[in-house]
């Protein structure tokens, strides 16, 4: 009964858990079970507590800390508490030395603040160095012009992942064009099979639909004023025109009628599509991974990726492509071991072993010369499909809510959410993000 | 917030001559309440503090608060979603009291039956009790999951979290399902404090079990109701856990309460400033409701109700 007697202490037993439900700034005790960076010379490495990511970064550890005076040691956090963690830890004196991010929003506050380390001179000083991962994904980490993160794991284009089993059932092919992915739709649903899955229990999921529809519609300018805040920049008509297709989407059923029921955690959605119940599913690279992990044999067998289609009349490039470009490893300007730190990521992130340890795991690396090593991925053809996605990109757009500011993010992904839902229309969903700038 | 250490008097074998009661009630020395007010103020009324000062700041959560006036507040009267936050968390907090109170006194006094039976099923009863709120939460997420939990094909349950009165409902649900029996046992320990005279004098009279339900238990248990209506109601205002990990204040914002707006606020856009507005307003409206509660029930003057016996 503690948490109907006694409010705050139940807000500051949930930081010390990991959920991170506090208001206060000075509850930054919640978090110093993992103590400073001094002392023994260590250095901290925050990652995610996932198990598909564990081999990698254990092996990059140990390699390093062979021969380093200075060792580095892993804090795994699960992904629900660990922004919460982080930003609590952040403002205080105990911050991370090397931590894990999505690049764009989820530092982009730090960076502002001086938190981090401006990584560009030392890419100048060696420039090999930052010839080892693809310019693209690099500069998708930009934060003003400057390099904070290095390229931490694979890259995370957005792919339309189908069944092959039951796309052989309904008799149909791949999608191209938006009017081929309608027909899918309505044939899947008049035999009863959910078209897409989705786990509409969390917004960002449903997020990489306008995110690509706008860019194939308006091409990635549209979004590009958006991000920058210009006034007005919500209300182009491939915004309106996005919402509306996707209202339409929904009004025929092509998510099912309790998509808003699933959650992501508990994989529910990746359930429905190994399980033949659904026919596709709009999700970043990270499901081809989750699905190896998971439910390997359809992973092996009838788990299909191809791009997103093109829309009619839009004005896009059918190659550009959305999502996160991947995660990187930022260093905290604080960090009493800053070289070592650096030194860390220059020996370990494009490093052979650990280029490999991720192609085992299913992903595909950001680092240049992978066309060599493709033979070592879990699958080679997903892992040159996702390769060839990334290098032939015109543009590869970083998620909305990590590319926008920080305050606009949660009012932009609860109007997506009530779109999907039938509460908002076109008109209300500009609304409602012009009224949150 | 009200203090709730209303202890249940002795039972006496035999009660004092009312003669010798002294009208002013001997209280221990004032320094016992030291201990209590160090950590009050510490973890309580500093914080406080310190919460109302953010409320007039801009502040990421890093580096220094910028002092801003009182922009926040305006901001937070001039919102419009923020009425139907709190419109939700009050509709909550009703719907809270309004099926747990009831069920939680039918069952409290059945459970405070002499029976083994009663007492084997009531111990089973209060295992909710045992279990982790961010378990339970976890658990009733499954469970409601349309495709692999009970709901599945089952319509009313198969989307509950998909609609906004669905998720509603389903919070109730969990929520009575985790507290209820809690509540049952303040209810059982006060019916059980009941004394037997009065039942067997209401059996002189002619009284049916009804009539010694209406007119003797629930008159008996009136500090009780008091009692843990106010924890129930204080407690629904400030819920945060359970409903985060359910619903996530979903589908789209429709139980989204004002806990959760204030974490979204905070943790989700670095506004702390604006969150800690929100956590003020909180506190206010909590501390007022608890002071209405205390004044409206005459609480503050009761005496026992074994007074006269």
């Known amino acids: 009964m503690v948490p109907q007697r006694l409010p705050r202490r139940s807000f500051l037993g949930l930081v010390g858990a990991g959920v991170g439900a506090t208001f206060l700034g000075t509850s930054a005790c919640g978090t110093d079970a993992t103590g400073g960076g001094d002392g023994g010379g260590t250095f901290q490495v925050w990652v995610l507590q996932e198990e598909s990511q564990q081999d990698a970064h254990n092996g990059a550890l140990e390699r390093f800390n062979k021969n380093s005076d200075v060792k580095a040691r892993l804090v795994a956090t699960s992904n629900d508490g660990y922004t919460d963690k982080l930003h609590v830890s952040m403002g205080s004196s105990n911050k991370p030395d090397v931590f894990y991010n999505w690049g764009g929003g989820s530092i982009r506050t730090y960076a502002r603040d001086g938190l981090l380390v401006d990584l560009s001179p030392h890419f100048e000083k060696d420039p090999a160095w930052q010839d080892q991962f693809l310019p693209s994904v690099l500069d998708a980490g930009m934060i003003d012009g400057k390099y904070y993160g290095i390229p931490a794991r694979g890259m995370q284009p957005i792919i339309l992942f189908y069944n092959k089993a039951v796309f052989a059932d309904l008799k149909v092919e791949p999608p191209k064009t938006w009017t081929e992915l309608l027909t899918v739709v309505d044939r899947a649903k008049s035999s009863g099979i959910i078209p897409f899955a989705l786990a509409g229990g969390d917004a960002w999921t449903e997020l990489v639909w306008p995110e690509y529809l706008v860019d194939r519609i308006g091409g990635a300018g549209v979004f590009e004023k958006i991000a920058a805040g210009e006034k007005g920049a919500w209300g182009d008509p491939a915004v309106r025109k996005s919402i509306d297709m996707i209202r339409d989407l929904v009004d025929r059923g092509g998510f099912g009628d309790s998509f808003a029921s699933v959650k992501w955690d508990g994989a529910g959605a990746s359930t429905l599509i190994a399980q033949g119940q659904a026919a596709m599913h709009l999700m970043g690279s990270w499901e081809y991974t989750n699905q190896v992990n998971d439910q390997p044999e359809y992973a092996k067998n009838d788990q299909g990726f191809i791009a997103f289609p093109t829309v009619e009349g839009g004005v896009g490039d059918p190659k550009a492509i959305v999502g996160n470009p991947t995660n990187y490893f930022s260093v905290s300007k604080d960090s009493k071991h800053v070289d070592a730190a650096i030194e860390f990521l220059k020996q370990e992130m494009a490093s052979d072993a650990y280029v490999k340890q991720w192609l085992e795991a299913g992903d595909v690396p950001a680092t240049t010369g992978l066309e060599d090593k493709m033979d070592q991925a879990a699958d080679p053809a997903f892992a040159k499909v996702v390769f060839d996605m990334v290098e032939q990109a015109p543009s590869f757009q970083l998620s909305w809510d990590q590319a926008i500011e920080r305050e606009k993010a949660q009012p932009m992904l609860d109007a997506l959410s009530k779109v999907f839902l039938g509460e908002l229309d076109a008109a209300g969903f500009v609304k409602a993000n012009e009224d949150a700038a | ?309």
Do not use: C
């Open chain 2, 1 to 309: 917030m009200a203090v709730v250490t209303e202890s249940p008097a002795p039972a006496r074998a035999a009660p004092a001559p009312p003669a010798r009661r002294s009208r002013r009630v001997n209280r221990p020395s004032s320094w016992y309440l030291l201990p209590a007010m160090a950590f009050f103020g510490l973890f309580a009324a500093f914080p406080l503090v310190l919460v109302l000062y953010l409320s007039f700041t801009d502040w990421t959560g890093i580096g220094t608060p910028a002092f801003i006036g009182v922009d926040n507040w305006v901001r937070l009267f001039e919102n419009d979603a923020i009425w139907d936050v709190t419109w939700t968390t009050l509709l909550l907090t009703m719907l809270f009291w309004v099926t747990q109170t009831p069920l939680s006194i039918l069952l409290g006094v059945w459970a405070a039956g002499p029976q083994r039976n009663r007492a084997v099923l009531s111990a089973l009863f209060f295992l909710p009790l045992l279990l982790s709120t961010a378990a339970i939460a976890l658990l009733f997420n499954r469970l409601f999951d349309p495709y692999v939990g009970i709901g599945r094909g089952l319509e009313p349950f198969r989307n509950i979290l998909g609609t906004s009165s669905g998720a509603i409902t389903a919070i109730v649900i969990m929520v009575g399902w985790q507290f209820i029996p809690f509540h049952t046992l303040l209810y059982q320990a006060a019916a059980r404090n009941i004394p037997q005279v009065l039942y067997d004098a209401a059996t002189v009279d002619g009284a049916g079990r009804w009539h010694m339900f209406w007119y003797v238990t629930l008159p008996q248990l009136r500090n009780t109701i008091i009692t843990s209506s106010t924890i129930m109601i204080v407690g629904s205002l400030t819920y945060f856990e359970t409903i985060f990990l359910l619903t996530s204040g979903g589908p789209g914002t429709a139980t989204r309460t004002l806990p959760l707006e204030m974490y979204f606020r905070s943790f989700r856009s670095y506004e702390f400033g604006y969150a800690s507005t929100i956590a003020s307003v909180l506190v206010i409206v909590a501390t007022a409701v608890s002071l209405v509660i205390v004044k409206f029930s005459g609480f503050a003057k009761m005496r026992s109700t074994m007074e006269g016996l």
